[in-house]
């Protein structure tokens, strides 16, 4: 069984990166759309808490050694230390708390579609207060938390909502064939 969780965290840290490159960037923000939410919040539903979160973990640790699994193919330390940081870590507590919510709760559509907006909103608060402390701390430039909001929430609230959503329904039928056939509790 362990090991069976280990590989589908390995495979689910390689869907996020994947997921990662089909990106599109929508100026003036500096932060890509892309379908890691939809992948993450997945590996929360499908994973559980704990696995769900080690594959998002792996995925990290595999950019933050230099391969190319972030958006736009970016890597290394300053691509988790820079401006879109906090979105990672927001991912990794994501996936926990998707899990979490649906291990406890179940898999009735509501108690998945609760769990996915308030994913959102770990990421997103997460991500902006990550945002605005590289550009305070590290970049030396002023931002207000309007305008970070503007730049790193308001544009992909919309795109990621509906991205969750899907990832809910399309993780409940993937969980329930799961649990059917005995793979999963």
């Not at 994947?18 to 890509?32: D, L, N, R, T, Y």
């Not at 701390?137 to 991205?163: G, N, Q, R, S």
Request: aromatic fraction near 14%.
């Amino acid at each position: 069984m362990a090991a069976r969780n280990m590989v589908l965290a390995g495979l689910f840290a390689a869907l996020i990166a994947i997921g990662s490159q089909i990106s599109f960037v929508i100026p003036p923000s500096p932060v890509p759309h892309t379908l890691q939410v939809f992948f993450v919040m997945l590996s929360g539903l499908i994973l559980g808490s704990k696995w769900g979160s080690i594959s998002v973990g792996l995925w990290i640790l595999l950019g933050a050694f230099g391969l190319p699994v972030f958006a736009q193919g970016k890597a290394g330390l300053a691509a988790v230390l820079g401006p879109t940081g906090g979105f990672l870590l927001g991912f990794t507590l994501c996936a926990y708390v998707v899990g979490r919510i649906t291990e406890r709760f179940g898999l009735a559509y509501k108690v998945v579609a609760g769990a996915m907006v308030l994913g959102m909103i770990i990421v997103y608060t997460l991500g902006l207060v990550g945002f605005m402390a590289c550009f305070q701390y590290f970049l030396h430039k002023p931002m207000t938390w309007e305008k970070a909001f503007m730049l790193t929430t308001l544009p992909f609230a919309p795109f990621d909502l509906v991205k969750s959503l899907f990832a809910g329904y399309i993780g409940i039928k993937v969980r329930r064939a799961l649990i059917q056939a005995g793979y999963s509790a």
